[in-house]
């Protein structure tokens, strides 16, 4: 499979602390790349990751809470620091288009890049190409809010014993592919003859939301996701009043809507121990689970034979 990783730039919530930056998160998917969320001190944590900001394609902002938002001055004008040649996508919630604006126009600087507004109306498809379909997803916090989640379409995998079998090598692998049919030895063999049905990749992303439909909808049968847990159990009254999530809420999204691996991140700076977050969400949630520290790379799960078997 290509390359398909997240880089956690940050993982503090409202207050950064000695350990943890404020949100920001890279997903590399293939050749395309999607920085999300990023809060003050992004920028040079791009640095330490090793992130360029020529792996940027699309900016994507949940909402406009300064720890999901204030990096943005910093990742715009680099964009253009470093002459990235190809057009980026921003896309955020459009109620708060003022505070975008405000944002990318922070301070005076040589506007080179190209950077494409697309402001989120409502729930839907926001953004197609190689990768798959985008789709923003409304999330419930206290301002309007929008979840990610990625959609890889469905496709085909070649089975090397069938094309073997038909003496089909070299070359007319790639033309039965683009045609979708070959004719070999005075036959006509199909694509489906030869292939299998590959299920395509999810990714989902939800920061600042208390459990809602849409949460559900972004986390259904995700390979990957990546969501808040700003608090714990013990304080889930807090999290209801400020709509956030807890470990366990968020294990609970995760193990119902049949994740693979859940990383979780936004952590309230009340806690010290990172451990109390894993101990309470794998009571609950089986699959891979990632506690994220900064500077932290997860890949996205490859597929597995069972992926192929049951799908």
């Not at 207050?15 to 998160?25: D, E, F, L, Q, S």
């Not at 715009?76 to 190809?86: A, C, I, K, T």
């Not at 977050?277 to 597995?304: C, M």
């Amino acid at each position: 499979m290509a390359n398909r990783e997240l880089v956690v730039l940050g993982t503090a919530s409202q207050a950064p602390t000695r350990t943890r930056n404020h949100n920001g998160y890279l997903l590399r998917w293939d050749g395309t790349g999607f920085l999300f969320d990023p809060g003050e001190g992004t920028q040079r944590q791009m640095i330490h990751a090793r992130v360029s900001a020529h792996d940027i394609d699309h900016l994507c902002l949940t909402h406009f809470h300064g720890d999901h938002c204030l990096g943005v001055p910093g990742v715009v004008q680099r964009l253009s620091l470093d002459r990235v040649p190809h057009p980026v996508q921003a896309h955020f919630p459009a109620a708060g288009q003022r505070f975008f604006q405000r944002l990318r126009y922070a301070t005076a600087f040589e506007e080179v890049a190209e950077l494409r507004e697309r402001p989120i109306k409502r729930s839907g498809p926001i953004a197609t190409g190689p990768f798959g379909t985008l789709h923003a997803v409304e999330l419930d916090h206290r301002i309007e809010t929008f979840g990610y989640r990625l959609v890889e379409p469905d496709g085909r995998r070649l089975l090397p014993d069938r094309l073997a079998a038909l003496g089909i090598s070299g070359p007319d692998v790639g033309r039965l592919q683009r045609e979708g049919a070959l004719r070999v030895n005075g036959r006509l063999v199909t694509v489906s003859e030869v292939s299998e049905h590959r299920p395509g990749q999810r990714f989902g992303f939800a920061m600042d939301t208390r459990l809602c439909d849409g949460l559900f909808a972004i986390a259904e049968g995700a390979d990957l996701l990546v969501v808040e847990s700003t608090f714990l159990e013990e304080d889930a009254r807090l999290a209801d009043e400020y709509r956030h999530l807890t470990a366990a809420q968020a294990a609970r999204v995760a193990a119902e809507s049949g994740v693979r691996c859940l990383v979780l991140t936004h952590f309230s700076q009340r806690y010290t121990d990172p451990r109390r977050f894993h101990d309470e969400a794998a009571a609950i949630f089986s699959g891979q689970l990632v506690v994220a520290a900064d500077l932290t790379v997860v890949p996205v799960p490859p597929r597995t034979e069972n992926d192929y078997r049951y799908h």
